[in-house]
């Protein structure tokens, strides 16, 4: 079993900065993607940013630009960070770690971290 703690989030005024950070520990073998998810009321679930193991990045439309996510792959952690946020910035982000363990794929998830953007 694979968990994942995260940390940063909050409250900021629209064209601030926020910070995540979320760790995994526990069977963290074969790890490959691991990534943000966001889910406003009202809305669906979202990809925001996912980072391979070998550095490759994919980006939300919504996001580029503005959102950054990095990987230490010798720390297990993962990061985002976001710039020129928006009200619309505004969910919980949850961090996701794909795990693979042929023929099946695991998904984990963090407890999710509240980001308020305010206007």
């Known amino acids: 079993q694979v968990h994942l703690v995260e940390s940063g989030g909050g409250l900021v005024q629209a064209g601030g900065s926020l910070s995540l950070s979320c760790a995994a520990s526990?069977?963290?073998?074969?790890?490959?993607?691991m990534g943000w998810y966001r889910q406003a009321p009202g809305k669906e679930h979202e990809l925001v940013a996912a980072?391979?193991?070998?550095?490759?990045?994919n980006y939300a439309d919504s996001v580029k630009g503005r959102f950054t996510i990095s990987r230490d792959n010798a720390k297990n952690t993962v990061y985002l960070q976001m710039n020129s946020l928006k009200p619309e910035d505004t969910a919980v982000y949850y961090c996701?770690?794909?795990?693979?363990?042929?023929?099946?794929?695991?998904?984990?998830w963090g407890q999710g971290t509240q980001v308020t953007v305010s206007s």
């Open positions: 996701n770690a794909e795990q693979e363990d042929p023929p099946m794929t695991h998904d984990w």
């Open positions: 526990g069977s963290i073998f074969s790890i490959n993607a």
């Open positions: 980072i391979t193991s070998g550095g490759s990045t």
